[in-house]
């Protein structure tokens, strides 16, 4: 079975408290899917309040993805495409950019279901749910 979960600002933010909403992170290690998110969401998630040895912790046990050239240039793509400007959309499109780059069904835990669901309009692989 392919596929992917992954976490937007919000979905990793959660996983950093430890908040039971994404309790889909065990049950996707169970299911050996990875769980994966952009280096570009970690500039939305680090600030001083945050727990550093639980954001490191959680960073353990996922896949952070780098925001490569391609990766960059599929968002601008599906910027274009949505009609949306990345001055707003950036990371949001680098993060569905991200998904678009993993094989099989690809579920986004997000807390913009829209702004995922238009960026991703077209790819029916990938699900928004959510967080």
């Known amino acids: 079975m392919s596929g992917a979960l992954i976490l937007d600002s919000e979905g990793l933010a959660k996983a ?5 909403e ?4 065990t049950a996707a290690r169970d299911a050996a899917l990875p769980v994966i998110t952009s ?13 550093d040895a639980a954001l490191k912790w959680t960073l ?4 952070v993805e780098p925001v490569t050239q391609a990766v960059a240039q599929s968002a601008a793509a599906l910027l274009r495409t949505a009609g949306l400007h990345g001055h707003k959309y950036a ?7 991200t998904a678009l780059t993993q094989p099989g069904r690809i579920t986004i835990l997000t807390s913009d ?14 699900v ?4």
């Open 16 to 20: 950093v408290q430890r908040d039971r």
């Open 22 to 25: 994404v309790h889909r992170l």
């Open 39 to 51: 280096a570009a969401v970690l500039i939305e998630v680090i600030h001083p309040s945050i727990n």
């Open 60 to 63: 353990s046990q996922l896949r």
């Open 91 to 97: 990371i949001d499109a680098v993060l569905c950019a």
């Open 113 to 126: 279901v829209e702004d995922i669901v238009t960026l991703t309009a077209g790819h029916s692989r990938i």
């Open 128 to 131: 928004a749910e959510k967080v």
